[in-house]
């Protein structure tokens, strides 16, 4: 089962896996226990359908809703300089939704850069760093490189508009500039749905 955090956990520590609701403020100790076991049980549901319906490689990948705009993607690098969606259009585009305490974001990396540097005259990832400082970004940067330019979007205004609150999120845009899929969840070594998606993107 692919790994996610959901944004509204603690930042201040590396999250991985599926978070589970805050437990109520005052509770008995025979309801923290009911609680507990529903979660869990939930949890294992969740993780048997999972299972019965794509390999743990695989993030859960999404046509893009069909009735939802591709939102405008404007935002400045890691120098300042401005991006914009509409520069890279011709290419399909791989936006990348990430945080350095979000523990998925940080696996997939290599994934990431391996996609970056395969076919970069048909293929453009960029990075979007969720409302993080800039000294923050550059120190994980330092210690994890990225072959993709890192954006940031220090109000969370495209994180709101491009994911369903869920970290790491990645969209694929076609090369006219069009959201066509979404991938929830981190993106495994052996993935191969969303690089078939990609593929396809590219011999339109």
């Known amino acids: 089962?692919?790994?996610?955090?959901?944004?509204?956990?603690?930042?201040?520590?590396?999250?991985?896996?599926?978070?589970?609701p805050f437990l109520p403020a005052v509770t008995t100790p025979m309801q923290t226990r009911t609680i507990r076991r529903s979660l869990a049980l939930a949890a294992c549901l969740l993780a048997g359908t999972a299972a019965a319906t794509a390999s743990a490689a695989d993030a859960m990948l999404k046509p893009w809703p069909a009735r939802q705009a591709t939102p405008a993607l404007r935002l400045s690098d890691l120098q300042g300089k401005e991006w914009q969606l509409g520069q890279l259009r011709g290419k399909v585009v791989v936006v990348n939704f990430w945080a350095s305490w979000c523990g998925p974001c940080v696996d997939e990396l290599p994934v990431l850069n391996a996609l970056a540097r395969h076919d970069p005259d048909k293929v453009a990832v960029v990075g979007v760093n969720y409302k993080e400082p800039l000294d923050t970004i550059e120190r994980f940067a330092g210690a994890h490189p990225f072959a993709y330019p890192v954006l940031?979007?220090?109000s969370g205004d495209m994180f709101r508009q491009w994911t369903a609150g869920v970290m790491p999120t990645t969209?694929?845009?076609d090369r006219q500039g069009r959201a066509r899929w979404r991938s929830v969840g981190e993106i495994g070594a052996g993935d191969t749905r969303l690089k078939a998606a990609i593929d396809a993107l590219v011999a339109e």
Not at 9 to 20: L, V
């Open 1 to 20: 089962m692919s790994e996610s955090a959901i944004i509204g956990a603690e930042p201040g520590r590396r999250q991985s896996g599926i978070m589970t």
């Open 152 to 154: 940031r979007d220090r």
């Open 171 to 173: 969209i694929v845009v």
